[in-house]
């Protein structure tokens, strides 16, 4: 492949979650976006059936999002996070609120997913010190779960890679539910799998191991994406938040994935019908055009940080780009899009479409497991006797050769298509990836 960068170029960018010298060898540059297609350095278009990275689902280089920015950033370039504001600020918050399911009233901006989880967790621990239950300190994550890579988001993340290399450096006090994923009892379910509610009750038995006394906050990804489209069986969520509410621990949805359509809904919580105390989102609520995130909180926990006495009330926490102008602009335009584009409903609309043509895979050589909720897919192989994730890469540096990209992640090809990607569009990438995935049998 030709690439415009020197050896001496390529070397200087340590890339994150990249093996570089693969990527180096064959360096995959995109030179343009537009819509649902990625422009490459040497002349190809190729269709994004991940969405950027799960966060440009309402199209790349959209226009009303691109115009905003360019006027805000001419506007308005910055102005402080701290004792200053904008206006728009508090209008993307009432947008962002309205979308949220009630109590969930009030928003902290943060830059990314990462800062977004770091300072849910944060917040959580002044609530509960706050009102007078400073032992509420511990954090329950769960196996498998992505939470960013703050030293909090690795402690209450579950993926073992993203772990172990800081190991004694995660928080302590930390402890992980079991995944919900059994190839035994779900593979090739459709949506929601029937089994597996009864893994919240592994809760009550952190309860009763550590005390609820002892305990903060249980946080989740309602669908955990990184991992591959694990899809919350039917009852679970809904196990959590009861079990929660019992014990008066927090619980926090991670929807840095879910938030903003894709789910089918505004955010996972309303797809699976169970509220959280707090949802941290990033991605799209920009599109994937403004590095911005947040955490969205019920009153209780607002108020909760007002009423302490004047001039302390304060969460002692933010960050130097926290609602950064350019950010909000795109943010507000995004929503905007979101909104009026009606972007939720028609994911729902075409998420039965989606499911049937990627389940029309099963049956293809090595295909394990293939799993889907909105526009959320993973299709996953069997891996090669000792060389976990090379199937995996091989079947999808191949598809990606032919014209269209989907994540490598281990031993899976995970979808998260643009929400306007139409039929005929899904079904070239489904055939796409059924050549590619014969062709590596
Ligand atoms: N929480 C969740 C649930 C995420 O999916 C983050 C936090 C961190 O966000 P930032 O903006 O700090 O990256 C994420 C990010 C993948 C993949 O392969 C997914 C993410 C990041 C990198 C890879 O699916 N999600
Ligand atoms: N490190 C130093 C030395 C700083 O001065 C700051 C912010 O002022 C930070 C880190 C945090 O940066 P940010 O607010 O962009 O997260």
Not at 204 to 226: C, K, Q, T
Request: one cysteine or more; charged letters at 20%; a negative charge.
């Amino acid at each position: 492949m030709d690439t415009p960068l020197n050896a001496r170029q390529l070397d200087s960018y340590f890339i994150g979650f990249t093996p570089n010298p693969l990527f180096k060898s064959k360096p995959r540059l995109i030179t343009g976006a537009e819509g649902s297609y990625l422009h490459t350095s040497d002349g190809k278009k190729v269709f994004d059936g991940f969405s950027g990275l799960w966060c440009s689902g309402m199209g790349h280089s959209h226009p009303k999002i691109v115009e905003a920015i360019q006027k805000q950033v001419a506007q308005l370039d910055y102005v402080s996070a701290f004792y200053m504001s904008h206006p728009p600020a508090f209008a993307l918050t009432e947008k962002i609120a309205a979308l949220a399911p009630d109590p969930l009233n009030h928003v902290f901006y943060t830059t990314g997913g990462s800062d977004a989880v770091d300072s849910a967790l944060k917040l959580a621990l002044g609530y509960h010190r706050l009102k007078g239950n400073a032992t509420r300190t511990r954090m329950i994550g769960r196996e498998r779960g992505y939470h960013g890579v703050g030293f909090g988001g690795i402690s209450v993340g579950g993926m073992v890679a993203n772990r172990k290399m800081f190991s004694t450096l995660t928080l302590p006090g930390v402890d992980h539910l079991p995944h919900t994923h059994s190839l035994e009892h779900m593979a090739f379910s459709k949506g929601q799998p029937a089994w597996g509610a009864h893994l919240a009750d592994e809760l009550d038995r952190l309860v009763a191991l550590h005390d609820a006394s002892n305990i903060a906050a249980v946080i989740v990804e309602p669908m955990a994406g990184s991992a591959g489209v694990l899809v919350p069986p039917i009852g679970y969520l809904q196990r959590l938040r009861d079990l929660c509410t019992k014990h008066g621990i927090l619980l926090i949805f991670d929807e840095v994935i879910c938030g903003f359509g894709r789910m089918g809904a505004n955010f996972g919580a309303q797809r699976f019908g169970v509220v959280p105390d707090m949802i941290t989102f990033a991605k799209t609520v920009t599109n994937g055009m403004q590095p911005l995130g947040g955490v969205i909180m019920t009153s209780e926990i607002y108020n909760t940080f007002m009423d302490q006495p004047e001039f302390t009330n304060s969460a002692f926490h933010g960050y130097t780009y926290s609602a950064h102008p350019v950010a909000v602009a795109a943010g507000l335009a995004a929503v905007d899009v979101f909104t009026t584009e009606g972007v939720a409903q028609k994911v729902l609309e075409k998420e039965t479409l989606f499911q049937e043509l990627l389940h029309s895979l099963k049956g293809e050589p090595n295909v394990v497991d293939i799993r889907n909720i909105g526009f959320a897919g993973s299709v996953e192989f069997a891996s090669l006797p000792g060389q976990p994730g090379i199937r995996g890469h091989r079947i999808t540096e191949a598809l990606y050769d032919a014209g269209y990209y989907l994540r490598w992640s281990g031993d899976q090809a995970v979808f998260a298509p643009p929400f306007d990607a139409t039929a005929e569009e899904l079904e070239a990438l489904v055939e796409a990836l059924r050549r590619c995935i014969r062709a590596n049998a």
